[in-house]
Every structure is written in C-alpha cells, then in structure tokens.
C-alpha cells in the first residue's frame, strides 16, 4: 500500500467515523475507499469491519454521558447484539451474499422513513414499557445485528429507527448514544471471527481505523449540540439517498 492510499483511506476514516457516529452510516465512506485501493469486495467487507471497531470505540467513549442512565436496557439488549454479530460473520463465510444484499435497500429505505415520521416530545426519562415491546426491540435488535455481522452498511440507521420507534419518549442523543453501543458489540465480536479465519488486509485497517478513531469522537459532541428536529431529517434523507444508491449497485 502506498503512502497516498494509506492517507486517502485514513481521510476517509474520519469520514466514516463521524458519520457512523452520528447517522449510523460509516460504511458509506469505508468500504467504497476499501474497493478504491484494489481490495476485492469480500475481502474489503471483512476488513471494513474489522476498521470499524475504532469506530466503536470512539463513538461509545464520546457517547459516555448519554450511555450513563441506560445501563439496565443496554445490559438486556448487548446479548442480542452480541449474538447476532456472530450469526452475521458466519452467514457472511459460509453463503453467497447476492441475494441478502438485495433486500437492503428495501430495509433502509423503511429505517429512514420511520426516522422522519413525526415523533411526540423528546423526553430526558423514557417511561416503563411493556414487556412485548421490551422483547420486540430484543428481536430487532438481533436481527439488524445479524445483518450488521453480515454486511453493515446503514445497519446504524435501522438500529436507530428501531430504537426511536419502539421507545418514542427517547432524546435522539440517547438513542444515538445506545446505538453506538449495540452496535459497536455487534462489529466487535463480528471483526473478531474474521481475524480469526477470515483475509484481513491489515495494512489497510491501520489508517482506515485510526481515522474512524478520530471521527467517531467526534461525532456524539455534534449530536449532543445540534438541535434534534434538523438532526433527525438529515440522517433520515441519507438513509433514503443511500437506499437509493444500493439500489441501483443491486438491481
């Protein structure tokens, strides 16, 4: 790798970073750049995952304070998480991906009209929720998890509709904040079958990695000040534009 490709990919590191951080859609900046410098896409969707845990790790460490009063709901959800990261690598190993990546743009596309319906107030204190609910978003969770292991494009953005959704008196930032989080243990037990048995092209983690380090730190300080309505119909129309696109690389 060249000491150009190793700066494109780190430039397109932070931008990967600051927008899986915010909008959950990192993989819209990494891994074209991974295809860009001549890895092949297998080997550039595992690599891209393995990258990505810097950006789990500074998007949860810029997340802290909105993580601080959802240790209770985290703890319930982490396992599905965790699990569905490890389903998702050994689908990913084990079966071709045409047919699973076309029914993406069909499931982002949902993800961000359900981020851009109208929600009632945000509210600092979620209020107790029924049980079939608290196992409806355990389910989701596994699933957009499974697909995260799998795949991961835009699996931030179902995860945050999911979690608007199923718990309607959330701020934005906590709900940014748990995805992070989820998320993050999803990419990180996924990243962590594919260094195992998977081709990792690890001169490319290096840069792509430290930069999502730097973007994702400072992504959650953005949505922290930026006010929730603009914030919400900007990561809803880039969840729509990026359904587009995959639908067009799709079909």
Known sequence: ?????????????VVGGLTGSIAGLASVATYPALLLVGLPPVTANM????????NAIGSVAGSRPELADQTRSLARLAPAAALGGILGAVLLLSTPAEGFEKSVPFLLGFAALAIL????????HPRRRHPATALAEAAGVLVIAVYGGYFGAAAGVLLLALLLRTDDSAPLTHAN?????????????????????????????VPLGLGCLVGSRLGPVVVRHAPPGPMRVAIGIAGLALAVRLAIDAF
């Open 1 to 13: 790798m060249t000491g150009w490709e190793a700066a494109f990919l780190a430039a397109a590191g």
């Open 177 to 205: 904040a748990a995805k992070n989080l989820l998320l993050g243990t999803a990419n990180v037990v996924a990243a962590a079958v594919f260094v195992v048995v998977a081709p990792v092209a690890w001169a490319a983690v």
């Open 47 to 54: 690599t891209n995952t393995v990258s990505l845990v810097f």
């Open 117 to 124: 319906l109208p929600r009632g107030e945000d509210k600092p």
